[in-house]
T-cell receptor, first 117, second 111 residues
Framework: DTGVSQDPRHKITKRGQNVTFRCDPISEHNRLYWYRQTLGQGPEFLTYFQNEAQLEKSRLLSDRFSAERPKGSFSTLEIQRTEQGDSAMYLCASSSPFMPSSYNEQFFGPGTRLTVL | DAKTTQPPSMDCAEGRAANLPCNHSTISGNEYVYWYRQIHSQGPQYIIH???NNETNEMASLIITEDRKSSTLILPHATLRDTAVYYCIVIKQGGSEKLVFGKGTKLTVNP
C-alpha cells in the first residue's frame, strides 16, 4: 500500500512524559502536514513542511511541540511534558508537487490517537 | 479564508441522492470551494473542488450558485459507506497550504 502511514496508531502515556509520532508520506510527495483533532471537532492545522523546510506553524504548536522532517521524507512530531489537554488524534497528510496551484488535495494517514492519563 | 456554515447533521436513505449544503457568503473571487469527508476512525478524504462552474467526478457532483455564496455537494446514490462527516472548506488560490476544517455535517445513510 502506498498511502500515508503513521506510527504508532495508539499511544497511552502519563502526564509529563515525552512522546514522538512518525509519519511516512506518499513517496515523492514533497509537502507534509500535521493536524490535531479532538472529539467532535474538525482537524486543526499544526504545521506544514515543503521538503525539509518547515514553512508554516500554527499558534497551537506551543514550545512543547516540535516537528521535524530532516531529509524531506518522513516526519516526526514530538510532544514534551505531555498534558491531559494534548489527548487527541494526530493526523498527518501529504500532497504532490505536481498538482496545479489551484489543486489542494491532501492525502491523510489513519492518525495516531494519543491518550494522556 | 472565507468562513463556511454547514448543518450539523443530515439523514439520507440508502440509494437516494444526498444533498449537502454549505454557505460561504463571504467567499472572494480567488477562493475555491473544497469538500472532504471523514469516515469514522479514518483520516479525511478529498472529494471534489470547484471555483464557479459545477463539477462532477466519480464520487460526487458539486453545484456552486451563480453568486458563489453557497454550494451543494451531491452524492447521487448514497450507500451505507457514505456515512461520514462532510467538510466544506474555502481555500484561497496561492494562499496558505493549510486546510481549515469546521465541524462539518454528519451524514447518516440509513438502510
Amino acid at each position: 500500500d502506498t498511502g500515508v502511514s503513521q506510527d504508532p496508531r495508539h499511544k497511552i502515556t502519563k502526564r509529563g512524559q515525552n512522546v514522538t509520532f512518525r509519519c511516512d508520506p506518499i513517496s515523492e510527495h514533497n509537502r507534509l502536514y500535521w493536524y490535531r483533532q479532538t472529539l467532535g471537532q474538525g482537524p486543526e492545522f499544526l504545521t506544514y513542511f515543503q521538503n525539509e523546510a518547515q514553512l508554516e506553524k500554527s499558534r497551537l504548536l506551543s514550545d512543547r511541540f516540535s516537528a521535524e522532517r530532516p531529509k524531506g521524507s518522513f516526519s516526526t512530531l514530538e510532544i514534551q511534558r505531555t498534558e491531559q489537554g494534548d489527548s487527541a488524534m494526530y493526523l498527518c497528510a501529504s500532497s504532490s508537487p505536481f498538482m496545479p496551484s489551484s489543486y489542494n488535495e491532501q492525502f491523510f494517514g489513519p492518525g495516531t490517537r494519543l491518550t494522556v492519563l | 479564508d472565507a468562513k463556511t456554515t454547514q448543518p450539523p447533521s443530515m439523514d439520507c436513505a440508502e440509494g437516494r441522492a444526498a444533498n449537502l449544503p454549505c454557505n460561504h457568503s463571504t467567499i472572494s473571487g480567488n477562493e475555491y470551494v473544497y469538500w472532504y469527508r471523514q469516515i469514522h476512525s479514518q483520516g479525511p478524504q478529498y472529494i471534489i473542488h470547484g471555483l464557479k462552474n459545477n463539477e462532477t467526478n466519480e464520487m460526487a457532483s458539486l453545484i456552486i450558485t451563480e453568486d458563489r455564496k453557497s454550494s451543494t455537494l451531491i452524492l447521487p446514490h448514497a450507500t451505507l459507506r457514505d456515512t461520514a462527516v462532510y467538510y466544506c472548506i474555502v481555500i484561497k488560490q496561492g494562499g496558505s497550504e493549510k486546510l481549515v476544517f469546521g465541524k462539518g455535517t454528519k451524514l447518516t445513510v440509513n438502510p
